[in-house]
Structure formats: C-alpha cells, structure tokens
C-alpha cells in the first residue's frame, strides 16, 4: 500500500460482539454486526489491527453518552461491578477473540514481531486488552491465566472504581485530579505486570493513579486512547505534567478519536472536524516528541467523527495528516511505528 498501515491502540470491538445478534463471531467480524471494525472495512481503511479491549459494561452505558452532549457535566462514578460476572464477561470476550484466530479472521500477536509478521502476511493483528481490571482476582489467579491466553496489555481502571483504584469520572470542564489513587492491591498488581511483562495502560485512572503507577512500574509509562487537557479539558485528558512524565519514561499516548476529549466544548457531538484530530497530534508530538504518539482510536466504544465514521474512514485521517504537513516518515511513524517500537521494549 502507498499509504502506512494503521495499528491502534484501543478498540472495543469484542463487546460489540458479544452483545449483538449476529449469527456467529466470525459473521459480525465479517461484516453484519454493524460495527466501526470489520474485515471489510478494515481492508478499505488499510487498517491492520491493534490493542482489542476486554471490556465489562455497566447498565448505564447508553444514558451517560446522552449526557456528555450538554455544555457541561458531572456524571457519578458507576459503582464497583461485580467480580464472579466480571470474570465471566471477561473469559467469553477472550474466548471470541480466540474463535476469530482459529476461524483464520486475525492472528492473536505476543511481540512486535508477531504484529510485523501479521501485517506483512496481510493478517489483521490482536494484542489481547484488558481495559478495568474488576475480573482479575486479588490473588492474580485469572490474571495469570489470561496471560497464558496472551493478555499483554491491562488498566487497573475504567472510570470506575476497582479493589485496585479509582477511575476518573466523565466529567467536563475538570481536572484529572479526582480521588485518591491506587490501593495497596493496586500496587502489587503493577508489579505483578512488570514481572509477566503486561503493559500497563494509564487511560481513565485519575491523576493520584497516574502518579503512583509512575513511581511503583519500571516500564515505560503508557496510555493507549488518552488526549491533551491543554486542547479540552475534560477530566479523562493528560496534562502537561502527565504528558511529560510519559517523555521522560520513553513511553507513548495513542490518540483517542472520541469526539468528547477532542472538543474544546467537551461536548460528544459527531459534527466534529478531522482537523480537530490533527490539532491534538500536533500537540502530543510538541510536548512527548514524535517518537512517542501513536493512534488509540476508541473504534465501537466511542463517537468519533462523522467524517471518519469507522475504519473505513480512517484515509481521511491520513489526508488530514499530509494537509498539515506531515511527510512520510513521520505518517508511517504515528500509524503504527511508534507503537511497534513502545512493544518492542514493554514485552520483551
């Protein structure tokens, strides 16, 4: 292809999946589900894979989208999900992904090797997400045996609160700085994924967790679908002291397309420009360099512009990307170069 194949940081296809209608895994990927990721799609964007979420939703899901469309907003943390469902939801979303790999759909990917290798073979490429860790036990049992069924990239949070800390609400105009941080579980689940070499995603923890996942991980800091605070504040961004610790530790932040922490009005409203998108690139590469941004679309759990629409749309994003001035190596670098390169060092 003449243009560079996109890794992405975050998408929620797999509880797209399990919560449809759709005949089969295998159909829904192939198409008929409906959702922003799918072979066909995915081919016609040159988008070749990315970080699949292993999500648990709560029953507030919908309505908390209708709110974040006001000018403003508060929205209360939902409360603490239930571990026996927790780990339930998060075994069946595993098990489709795993499904898909033996239907020859995508390749399940351990290293950055493995996703060299499957976007060469024009294989769509999996790293296995878990995004909130409310299924991972105290003991790290599930943890461990997801590792075997190649998890290798987990947040203690979604915006909500774990035994191992406190997400930060949707909440705008805000500061990340909500609660308190990690627990003292929280703490020994960082080191746990030090030691089985699980990255450690930082999006949606609020900043006293930010803070304490700096000072206890000796990996390079992470946040897979996070924005700049300084271009829309809304609590779920990164500040310019955040975003300069993830320099200074050689990480990266993948830009999240969900229209809400792109906006300067915070407001999730798909009648959002592409050059917005770029707006918030732009930064990023100011404040961490451009070795260290990528892409962390929130594809099938977000909205997203309605120019790009799903991964179809995403030669939109490119073309936006030249029409700022980016060349070539710097393109190839953002869509799937920088993360290639963080996954070299986090999973070895």
Known sequence: MKHPLIFDGHNDLLLQIQSGSVASDKDGFLGSGGH?????????????????????????DASFMEEMKA???????????????SA????????????LETQGALKICRTAADIRGAMQDGIMAAVVHMEGAEAIDPDFHLLEVLHSAELRSLGPVWSRPTIYGHGVPFRFPSSPDTGPGLTADG???????????????????????FWDVERHSRKPLVATHSNAHALCPHSRNLTDRQLHAIRDSDGLVGLNFAVAFLREDGRMDADTPVSRMIDHLDYLICELGEDRVGLGSDFDGATVPAEIKDVSGL????KAMKARGYDDRLMAKLCHGNWLRLLEQTLA
């Open 36 to 60: 922003h990721i799918d072979l066909f799609k995915a081919t016609k964007g040159g988008f070749a894979g990315g970080f699949f979420a292993i999500f648990v939703p709560h029953d507030g």
């Open 71 to 85: 000018d403003s907003y508060d929205l209360p943390l939902p409360p603490a999900a239930d571990w026996p469902r």
């Open 88 to 99: 339930q939801i998060a075994l069946a979303q595993a098990a489709i992904l795993i499904r």
């Open 187 to 209: 703490v020994r689940l960082v080191k746990k994924c030090n030691e089985l070499n699980i990255l450690i995603d930082l999006s949606h923890l609020n900043d006293a967790g």
């Open 315 to 318: 030669p939109v994003l490119r």
